[in-house]
């Protein structure tokens, strides 16, 4: 996207804010419809096998982004062996095709390209970046990495001693416990958002080449995957090449994929749970449900909601437990939307010895986020949202993360170009509804990983509900 777009798509979404915001004396300020912003075209093209390709031209630079996503995570993984799906992709850049993970290397160096292969709960990834004098050369060697995988066995048992590694460590540090913890008692051990997504050592040490290449096999495949592009490219330029390094690429049998993951029950009373840290100097914090999918109709009023709540530096949240009382260094909430309804979080560590009192205004802010919000501090939250929109879409790799939650969510082509509208267009009323909805302190999960016999004693006297001791042995099984 070049920076005159970027420029007129933040004047549009300045203008909007504006208009809005101008009073009238006469009568109470109305709200009109916003200008959409323009956004960059999507050129829909398919290869001969029928995976589609998306291709967004962007000239002001030669370079190019090429990433092929495929549609399964690890909200994919078997019952039993959750972290395959993660693991999986963590191993397709270790060997592929005739090369070992240290030529390929070696080979996209030489190109000035950077490749690099992720997972998250609803989707996988392989992403390039590359000068387009050498496009034609390194997509071979991204097509290696995503259609012909090696899975060493020296690469698979270098991982998983990470994988072990990183989560002993996880054991002595409270801001990984409470990673592993929150999710664990909101969603509960048998749903897929309950468990890491890199796995617990049960099931990381038991995983064999012949599980990854099942998942590979299952997932990886040209009707479960597209490909974006953007970049100094053309279709005419772009598609012979992609046709010549992903168009021979076939699904291996028709077994059917995964069932979407199915939401998770919500709390029906609000429960306190204490995972003993003996001697932590701090408090990891975490208050919250299940939240909302990213396909909820209610998306861009909640970022608004968010930002006032805790999604930006002089959010309510922060300025309580930061910049008044000083029992953190930082404090804010997320909805983490997903396929399925992912968890909504207020979040902080705090002074152990602050526990309880710092708990006190997290409820606090959590029940006044549902009454009527000032005029001026939603303008301004409609202002943090609305014109740091634009900024998203800067560079290349900016702007094919953006194609991609349209492909990964099924979101409709214009939710963008919608989205600075549908901000301006949001009212007290309509987010007080929304709170009332989306945010019920009275039934939320409170889960603490600090010092027990330090911090129980305050939480009890704060009568929160019943509380619930967790060990951090029962958070790895």
């Not at 560590?349 to 029940?367: C, H, M, R, W, Y």
């Not at 740091?388 to 990964?408: M, N, Q």
């Not at 009323?429 to 039934?443: E, F, N, V």
Request: net charge neutral.
């Amino acid at each position: 996207m070049t920076r005159a777009l970027i420029a007129l798509m933040v004047a549009a979404a300045a203008a909007a804010v504006a208009a809005q915001d101008r009073p009238d004396r006469s009568k109470p300020p109305a709200i009109g419809p916003a200008p959409s912003l323009k956004m960059p075209a999507i050129q829909k093209q398919q290869l001969t096998n029928g995976l589609p390709v998306w291709i967004v031209e962007h000239h002001e630079v030669p370079l190019a982004q090429v990433n092929l996503i495929v549609r399964s995570g690890s909200a994919a993984d078997p019952i039993g062996k959750y972290g395959v799906g993660s693991l999986t992709a963590a191993m397709l850049d270790e060997g592929a095709g005739p090369r070992a993970a240290l030529e390929i290397a070696d080979a996209l160096e030489f190109l000035g390209a950077n490749l690099s292969t992720t997972s998250t709960f609803d989707a996988s990834a392989v992403r390039l970046s590359v000068p387009v004098s050498k496009l034609a050369d390194a997509l071979p060697i991204m097509a290696d990495v995503a259609l012909k995988p090696t899975f060493p066995a020296n690469e698979l048992d270098r991982l998983r001693q990470e994988r072990l590694t990183g989560l002993l460590q996880a054991r002595d540090n409270p801001a990984a416990l409470i990673q592993i913890a929150f999710p664990r008692i909101v969603f509960g051990p048998t749903h897929r958002y309950g468990t890491s997504a890199n796995g617990l050592p049960p099931a990381v040490e038991a995983f064999t080449l012949a599980d990854l290449q099942t998942f590979y096999r299952l997932h990886y495949r040209p009707d479960n995957a597209a490909l974006l592009v953007v970049g100094d490219v053309t279709p005419a330029s772009i598609m012979p090449m992609l046709e010549k390094s992903f168009g021979a690429w076939k699904a291996e049998g028709m077994a059917p994929l995964t069932a979407a993951v199915p939401t998770a029950p919500q709390f029906k009373s609000r429960q306190v749970y204490i995972v003993d840290k003996p001697d932590a100097p701090q408090s990891q914090v975490r208050i919250g449900w299940v939240g909302v999918p990213r396909s909820t109709a209610d998306y861009a009023p909640l970022e608004v909601l968010n930002t006032i709540l805790g999604g930006s530096f002089t959010s309510r949240l922060n300025q309580n437990l930061r910049e008044e009382h000083g029992y953190s260094y930082g404090a804010s909430s997320a909805f983490d939307m997903r396929l399925s309804a992912g968890p909504f979080l207020a979040s902080a560590g705090v002074q152990s010895d602050k526990t309880g009192p710092a708990i006190q205004e997290f409820f606090n802010e959590l029940n006044n986020i549902s009454k009527p919000i000032p005029e001026e501090e939603l303008k301004k939250a409609k202002n943090y949202v609305a014109l740091g929109f634009p900024g998203e879409f800067e560079t290349t790799g900016d702007l094919a993360r953006k194609l991609e939650d349209l492909v990964i969510y099924n979101l409709p082509e214009d939710s963008y170009a919608k989205f600075v509208g549908q901000v301006t267009s949001v009212t007290a009323s309509s987010l007080q509804a929304l709170a009332a909805r989306y945010i019920q302190p009275d039934r939320m999960a409170v889960v603490v990983v600090g010092d027990r016999r330090s911090i129980e004693g305050p939480i009890r006297q704060l009568n929160l509900g019943p509380i619930n001791f967790v060990t951090i042995d029962e958070l790895f099984r």
